[in-house]
C-alpha cells in the first residue's frame, strides 16, 4: 500500500515512530563515540552533520530560512537547546540509555509547570497532580534515600529542564518563525560554539569513527525532519504521544550494546512518568477542544 492510500492519521504516526527510532538509534551512536572521542568532538559532529543536513533539505532557501523576526530569542533558544544536548550527551556517556530517557520525559511535566509563570498559561488542578505524580516517578528512578545520588543523574534533569525551557522558548518563536528557520538557527549555532572549542581536544577519527560523526549527524537531521513531518501529516494529540516508544528502543539499543536492562525502580518510574506526561497531554487537547 503506498504512503497515498494510508489514512493521515496512520501516516503520521509512522514518521513519528519513525523519527523516535532515529533519533534514540542517533543516541545509542553518540554514546558509542564516547567511548573512543572527546565530548565536545561528538557533540561538534552531531550539530555540524545535522546542519548539513538541514543545508541540504532547504538548499538555495538557506538564506531566507536563517531570517527571523525574534532574532534574539532564536539565540536564547539555540543557547538553551545547546546546553540540555551538552548536558544530555554527558549523561548518555556514563548512564544505560534506558535510564537517561526515562528522566528526560521529565520534560513535558517541567514545561506544564514553567508555562504558568512564562506563558501566563492557566494549568488546572488535574494537570497539576500529574506533575507531582510524575515527579514522585522521577523520584523512584533517582531514589534520593536508597544511598548517594548520582550526580550524572542530576545533570540529566539539568537538560531536561533546559529543554522545557527551549521548549518554551519555541512556542514564542513559532508564532512569527518557520520552523526551518528554528531548524537552522539552532545547527549554525551548535556548529559555530563547538568548531571554536573542538580544535583543543580534538582527536583524529579512523574511517569508521568519520562514518559514525556523519552518521550521528545525518540521524539527527533525519529524526527532526520525520517529526515535523508528523506533525504536519496528522494532529498532536495524535503522534505526540507515540514519542513515548523511545523507552522501548533505548531499552532495546542498551542491552544489546552494552547489556544494561533497566531494574524495576526504572521501569515503575519511567512508566509513572510517561502515564503522568501523557495525562497531561489528553488535558490540555481537552481544555483546547473546550474553547
Known amino acids: 500500500m503506498t504512503e497515498a492510500g494510508i489514512g493521515a492519521n496512520a501516516r503520521g504516526i509512522l514518521w513519528m515512530m519513525l523519527a523516535v527510532f532515529?533519533?534514540?538509534l542517533s543516541d545509542a551512536l553518540i554514546k558509542h563515540l564516547t567511548e573512543s572521542y572527546p565530548l565536545i568532538q561528538v557533540l561538534w559532529a552531531r550539530f555540524v552533520f545535522h546542519?548539513?543536513?538541514v543545508a541540504l533539505l532547504v538548499r538555495h532557501r538557506l538564506i531566507a530560512a536563517?531570517?527571523?523576526?525574534r532574532p534574539g530569542m532564536q539565540l536564547a533558544r539555540a543557547a538553551l537547546q545547546f546546553t540540555a544536548a551538552l548536558l544530555f550527551v554527558v549523561g548518555l556517556s556514563t548512564l544505560p540509555l534506558a535510564d537517561v530517557n526515562a528522566l528526560y520525559f521529565a520534560g513535558p511535566l517541567i514545561v506544564t509547570a514553567l508555562s504558568v509563570p512564562l506563558l501566563g498559561e492557566h494549568v488546572g488542578l488535574r494537570r497539576w497532580i500529574a506533575v507531582g505524580v510524575g515527579f514522585a516517578g522521577v523520584l523512584a528512578i533517582v531514589r534520593p534515600g536508597?544511598?548517594?545520588v548520582d550526580p550524572v543523574a542530576l545533570l540529566i534533569l539539568a537538560a531536561a529542564v533546559?529543554?522545557?525551557l527551549y521548549q518554551i522558548t519555541t512556542r514564542i518563536v513559532g508564532r512569527v518563525d518557520s520552523t526551518m528557520t528554528s531548524l537552522a538557527v539552532i545547527g549554525l549555532f551548535g556548529s559555530c560554539v563547538t568548531s571554536a572549542i573542538v580544535p583543543f581536544v580534538w582527536q583524529s577519527p579512523d574511517l569508521g569513527g568519520w562514518v559514525l560523526m556523519v552518521t550521528v549527524g545525518i540521524t539527527a537531521g533525519m529524526s527532526h525532519f520525520a517529526q515535523i513531518r508528523a506533525l504536519e501529516t496528522a494532529p498532536?494529540?495524535?503522534v505526540v504521544?507515540?514519542?513515548y516508544t523511545s523507552l522501548v528502543w533505548a531499552t532495546l539499543f542498551g542491552f544489546l550494546g552494552w547489556g544494561h536492562f533497566p531494574d524495576a525502580w526504572t521501569i515503575a518510574g519511567a512508566v509513572v512518568i510517561a502515564g503522568a506526561g501523557l495525562y497531561i497531554f489528553h488535558r490540555e487537547r481537552v481544555n483546547r477542544d473546550a474553547v
Open 146 to 148: 536508597a544511598g548517594v
Open 236 to 238: 498532536a494529540a495524535v
Open 22 to 24: 532515529i533519533y534514540v
Open 162 to 164: 533546559a529543554f522545557a
Open 66 to 69: 536563517l531570517k527571523s523576526r
Open 51 to 53: 546542519a548539513a543536513f
Open 241 to 243: 504521544p507515540f514519542t
